[in-house]
Structures are given as C-alpha cells and as structure tokens.
C-alpha cells in the first residue's frame, strides 16, 4: 500500500476510532493530528484507492468538486486488514526496541562491574530494503562474543535477553574472576 504520510496517518486514526468516522464534526480527535484533515481530496484520493468508503450516496465527482464533507468513512476490508498488519508490525518493532534497550541496559551494568571485558553490544550484517541479515551479539574485549541472534526479531532478542540475563554474569565471573553478586 503506498501512501504519504497524510493518506497513511489518516487510515491509521479511522483504524483507531473502530473503523469509522465522522469528518464532519471539526472537534472530532483527529483535529491537529493531521494535515488536510477536512480536505475531501485526501477522501476521494483513499476511496478510488479502495482503502474508504463512504456509505451515504455521495459520488466522487461531487465529492472532488466540493467542500461537502461525507457523514461518514469507513475502511474497507482491504484497508482493515492492511491496517491489522500494519499494527502487528508495530507491537514486533516496539516489543523488539523493548529488548533492545533492556538488553543495552545489561550490558552497561556488567560493564561497571567487568570493565576489563569491555563489553559492547551490537550487530553484524546489513539491514537493507531487501531483508535483514543481521545478527545481534554482546562483544567483549576478551574475544569472546556471545548471540547471533538473527535480525530485529522480537523473539531473538527476547531470548538474546533472557540468556544474557541468566548466564553472562557467570560466565563473565569465571573469565574475569571476582563476585557474583549483582550490584
């Protein structure tokens, strides 16, 4: 589905308010959210797209024309679903930058109490427009690199999470020495 931002930002607030809306009602909550919010080109745009429809009896002839806003736009199937997709995605990414920073977190705490491992985190590999092949590993100074846990995958980095939570202090305890007590 290629949309601008406008067009997307404006399926993403129908999809939010259950699938329908009343634009005609300016202090309806997508006032100041978005741009051409009453504007019946961004309408009739997403109605020849297949994305809205509007179930009252206005052509889009009548509805390039004028400023006579519909009393109602709903998505359609293929829009409901485009948008379902969409929000998986989205809880993926966030419960993946989720990791990512808890991940980031332990590293910086082992790193105050190893600081003779050096650890790091990060990746190697590419993420391109055509795939992910990177792989996530928390480095070390003492050649040692511990992951490969493949791409932005929330459930590689959940387990990459897991595992550095359970086993890298110990390990750290026995390559490094000293307590294994957490601070």
């Given at each position: 589905m290629e949309l601008d931002t406008t067009q997307?930002?404006?399926?993403?607030?129908?999809?939010?308010?259950?699938?329908?809306?009343?634009p005609s009602k300016p202090e309806r909550i997508f006032n100041g959210h978005i741009d051409g919010k009453n504007n019946p080109y961004l309408w009739n745009f997403l109605v020849r797209k297949g994305l809205l429809s509007t179930p009252d009896e206005m052509t889009r002839e009548r509805l390039w024309s004028s400023t006579?806003?519909?009393?109602?736009?709903e998505l359609t199937d293929e829009a409901k679903k485009a948008m379902s997709e969409f929000c998986k995605r989205e809880e993926l990414e966030r419960k993946s930058m989720e990791y990512y920073y808890k991940i980031h977190a332990l590293v910086e705490e082992l790193n105050v109490k190893f600081p003779e491992a050096g650890l790091s985190f990060g990746y190697i590999g590419n993420y391109e427009r055509w795939g992910d092949d990177t792989s996530w590993y928390i480095f070390s100074n003492l050649n040692h690199r511990w992951g490969g846990y493949p791409g932005a995958n929330p459930k590689s980095m959940e387990k990459m999470y897991n595992w550095a939570w359970m086993e890298l202090e110990t390990r750290l305890t026995n390559i490094c020495g000293g307590s294994n007590e957490r601070a």
């Open positions: 997307f930002n404006y399926l993403k607030l129908v999809w939010q308010n259950g699938g329908t809306l009343d006579v806003f519909p009393s109602l736009v």
